[in-house]
């Protein structure tokens, strides 16, 4: 089945720092794939997606790439800030319309 | 943007009783609603899909007669936890799909805190 891997947190990193969130994924077919965040006290919001192999998705500053031959799709951020502090999932759905595959989530704190 | 609420945002109820708890999107029509229960610290894992007028589709190892899922309308969705007991204690979240937005993207309700004592 489809299943969704990312890394442990919690992260903590200071203000400016470089971000890498690892995801990794498992499934059959071509997956879309996404990653929301969850502020404090917030529902999830999508953060960015992408759709097919080699698509780059971006948003406020965070990025992520499709990468099929690694089955991955890291997110990144050059330069975090204080409102950046959330949860993170990674999450894949095998076409549109159809229920999500989360990762645990990783919880990201950043301090001034 | 899409605005997805539920209701109650927290209940605490006493075991061997039901409670409620209701999807609305609020400026959308929802053609599919996904239901998902998170545990603290892990992922969220979906319990059931309903579309509207139809009869829900829940995952293997989710009990249908436990949880009761309804879509009447297109923008209203309720899950039913009957006779509930402590392990149903979890924090539930829907999410709603339309296919008239953005094809690939679900907006999620802020969820709701269960606690049965």
């Known amino acids: 089945g489809n299943s969704v891997t990312q890394m442990e947190g919690p992260v903590t990193l200071s203000e400016e720092a470089f971000l890498t969130i690892n995801c990794t994924y498992t499934?059959?077919?071509?997956?879309?794939l996404f990653w929301y965040v969850q502020y404090p006290g917030e529902g999830l919001q999508l953060l960015l997606k992408?759709?097919?192999?080699?698509d780059k998705g971006s948003n406020k500053g965070f990025e992520a790439t499709y990468r099929k031959e690694t089955t991955s799709f890291h997110l990144e951020k050059g330069s975090v800030q204080v409102s950046d502090s959330a949860v993170y999932f990674c999450a894949l759905s095998r076409n549109s319309g159809y229920a999500l595959n989360f990762g645990k989530g990783t919880s990201l704190l950043v301090t001034p | 943007g899409a605005v997805v609420s539920q209701h109650p945002s927290w209940v605490i109820c006493k075991s061997g009783t039901s409670v409620k708890i209701e999807c609305r999107s609020l400026?959308?029509?929802?053609?599919?609603m996904f239901w998902y229960r998170q545990f603290p610290k892990q992922s969220l894992m979906l319990m059931a899909t309903?579309?509207?007028?139809?009869?829900?589709?829940?995952e293997q190892g989710v009990e249908k007669d436990k949880f009761l899922i309804n879509h009447a309308s297109l923008t209203l969705s309720t899950l039913t936890v009957t006779s509930a007991h402590p392990e149903d204690s979890s924090f539930y979240i829907c999410s709603a799909w339309t296919s008239g937005g953005s094809s690939y993207e679900q907006y999620f309700g802020p969820g709701t805190r269960l606690t049965v004592t």
């Open positions: 499934a059959t077919g071509y997956p879309s």
């Open positions: 400026d959308f029509q929802a053609t599919t």
């Open positions: 309903s579309n509207e007028g139809s009869k829900a589709t829940y």
């Open positions: 992408a759709t097919k192999a080699d």
